[in-house]
């Protein structure tokens, strides 16, 4: 998987082939390619272990503050800045997504990464208005407006040139929360 | 143009060639291979074209109401339902929305089809703000809010599955405006 990763990162989707996987792989290359049928097989399990992985670093306590949960949730997914190495593999994900209309287990994989933002956030909104701290809103249809977003913004960060959107976008995120999920 | 449209609708981005659009030219093919230099050539004419269609579509009346004029622009950009020409037409626009990370002169054209989607609500917003029928919010980042959702739809509705994300993001954009915009 981390084979996968530096080598997305370094050639893009286009660009993959199993053998530049293999490359960056330190164990037996053959193991490679007796477990995966090509590069969109090794691929796709990639996509499912991201998915994996991210979920296991997302914490999901009824207890906490949900404005700060859902915040740092937020900039998880769409932190201030992206480094280089952050930026080619944001870029190289976007690539494969582009492929997903005309490739069934791929968009299978963004379904279920669109599905896993979405809960988190409806739980995080449930939870907060549990906790008193949110109104009433319809958590499902807010959590979706919050999914768009996010993924309007990771689209636009590394496919047009504007300084000011990510900015923007926290400005208005937080008058949102401020002004309309506060109870 | 219209020859363009037809082609990387029916062929997509990565199997489009000049050739396939002249096949869709119904005018001499060799004045379509003498004014560009390539598909690449030809598809930032044709982004640019898009772009110009759209404005001239567009009506920004100061004097109409703001909130029906922000309503009827979001329901051109994301329709309740897309046909099959609209579907292979978005999934084509996101494959060369996909190159731009690599290529500027697509990106440059990305950046002002989100300039402009980012300044006409900004309008809409200043004009309702006008009108009295909205509140006085900060319209940079709120237009930032809308074309970051409206960007994260349209990758969505071709990427990913999810019978419900349209409905559920017009309900949600419905309480924003109703409940938090309006004054």
Redesign the interface.
């Known amino acids: 998987m981390e084979a996968t990763y530096q080598a997305l990162r370094k050639h893009?989707y286009a660009d993959l082939s199993i053998s530049k996987i293999a490359e960056e792989f330190e164990k037996s290359k053959s193991l490679l390619y007796h477990h995966y049928d090509g590069k969109d097989d090794l691929l796709v399990a990639f996509l499912e272990y991201l998915i994996d992985q991210f979920a296991a670093d997302i914490t999901l306590d009824a207890w906490d503050d949900a404005e700060a949960q859902l915040r740092s949730f937020f900039d998880r997914l769409i932190p201030p800045a992206l480094d280089d190495e952050q930026?080619e593999f944001q870029?190289a994900l976007?690539?494969i997504?582009?492929q997903?209309?005309?490739n069934e287990v791929?968009?299978?994989q963004?379904?279920k990464?669109?599905?896993f933002i979405?809960e988190t956030i409806e739980q995080y909104l449930e939870s907060g208005i549990e906790q008193g701290t949110f109104r009433e809103?319809?958590s499902?249809?807010?959590?979706?407006?919050f999914?768009?977003?996010?993924?309007?913004?990771i689209?636009?960060r590394?496919?047009?040139?504007?300084p000011?959107?990510i900015k923007?976008?926290r400005?208005?995120?937080n008058?949102?929360i401020e002004?309309?999920l506060a109870a």
Do not use: C, K
């Not at 499902?140 to 407006?145: R, S």
């Not at 999914?147 to 913004?153: E, H, K, P, V």
């Not at 590394?158 to 504007?162: P, R």
């Open positions: 893009g930026r870029t976007l690539e997504r582009a997903a209309p005309h791929y968009r299978e963004f379904t990464t669109d599905r979405r809103v319809d499902e249809a807010t959590a979706q407006l999914l768009s977003m996010i993924n309007g913004a689209l636009e590394v496919t047009a040139d504007n000011r959107a923007d976008l400005s208005a995120l008058s949102y002004e309309y």
